[in-house]
Nanobody, 128 residues
Framework: QVQLVESGGGLVQTGGSLRLSCVAS????????MGWFRQAPGKERDFVAA????????YYADSVKGRFTISGDNGRNTVYLQMNSLKPEDTAVYYC?????????????????????WGQGAQVTVSS
């Protein structure tokens, strides 16, 4: 089992920045990839970014490319999501997820059903 705990959410003005953290515990070393997803009120959960645990490959949704950066610290079993130039449409609950199965194709890291562990979520609110 893997437990995920997010932190770093909050309220920020348009154009501001926030950094989300996700700490994995339990069998964290058994995970191959980690991702961030978000869900706004009344909307479906959307992919934001993903990173492979043992490689430099990162993946981003088009809506956040150039503004968000995902990174990982394997020694601390932590994944970060640096969010810059935030917009009101970025307002959502952000969820960290981990996948304990290897996926050769990066496409699968953008799918929520690929992940078998989820955090409780962190609220990010961007005011206009």
């Amino acid at each position: 089992q893997v437990q995920l705990v997010e932190s770093g959410g909050g309220l920020v003005q348009t154009g501001g920045s926030l950094r989300l953290s996700c700490v994995a515990s339990g069998r964290a070393s058994s995970t191959y990839s980690m991702g961030w997803f978000r869900q706004a009120p009344g909307k479906e959960r959307d992919f934001v970014a993903a990173i492979r645990r043992n490689g430099p490959s990162t993946y981003y949704a088009d809506s956040v490319k150039g503004r968000f950066t995902i990174s990982g610290d394997n020694g601390r079993n932590t994944v970060y999501l640096q969010m810059n130039s935030l917009k009101p449409e970025d307002t959502a609950v952000y969820y960290c997820a981990a996948d304990s199965r290897y996926r050769s194709a990066g496409y699968f890291l953008t799918l929520g059903e690929s992940y078998n562990y989820w955090g409780q979520g962190a609220q990010v609110t961007v005011s206009s």
